[in-house]
C-alpha cells in the first residue's frame, strides 16, 4: 500500500480477500532516530528501515508522488539544492508500480 493522500493509504495492486496488506513506514516517517528491522520475509525486503530511508534514490523512484507530504516536501526541497556527492540519479520510472531496477530495495509486501 502507499499513500494517495495525506490521510489514505491504498492498494497499489487488486488484493485478494483475506491478504495481509503492507506499507513501507519509510514512506511516512521521517524521524532521524526511527529504525525497524522488518520481518516480512520478502527476497526484496531490506531488512531495515530508518527514518532516513526516504532519502534512497531508488525508493523515491518506486513510491514516486506517494509518500506523506510532509516528505515529499523534503524530497522537493533537497532536490532545488542537493550535495552535489548525493544527487539522486534521475529516473524515468516515476510512476510505476514496478518493482526498482537491480534488485534495488523494495516494498515491504510477502505477497507478490
Ligand atoms: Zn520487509
Do not use: N
Amino acid at each position: 500500500m502507499w499513500w494517495t493522500d495525506a490521510q489514505t493509504l491504498s492498494a497499489r495492486r487488486d488484493v485478494a480477500a483475506g491478504e495481509e496488506l503492507t506499507c513501507d513506514y519509510s514512506t511516512c516517517v521521517a524521524d532521524p532516530e526511527f529504525l525497524l528491522r522488518c520481518h516480512c520475509g520478502s527476497y526484496r525486503c531490506r531488512q531495515m528501515v530508518t527514518g532516513d530511508d526516504w532519502r534512497i534514490p531508488q525508493l523515491q523512484a518506486a513510491y514516486a508522488g506517494h509518500w506523506l507530504p510532509p516528505l515529499r516536501d523534503a524530497m522537493s526541497a533537497r532536490a532545488k539544492s542537493p550535495p552535489a556527492a548525493t544527487r539522486p540519479a534521475p529516473t524515468a520510472r516515476g510512476g510505476s508500480q514496478d518493482a526498482p531496477p537491480g534488485g534495488a530495495p523494495e516494498r515491504h509486501d510477502p505477497a507478490d
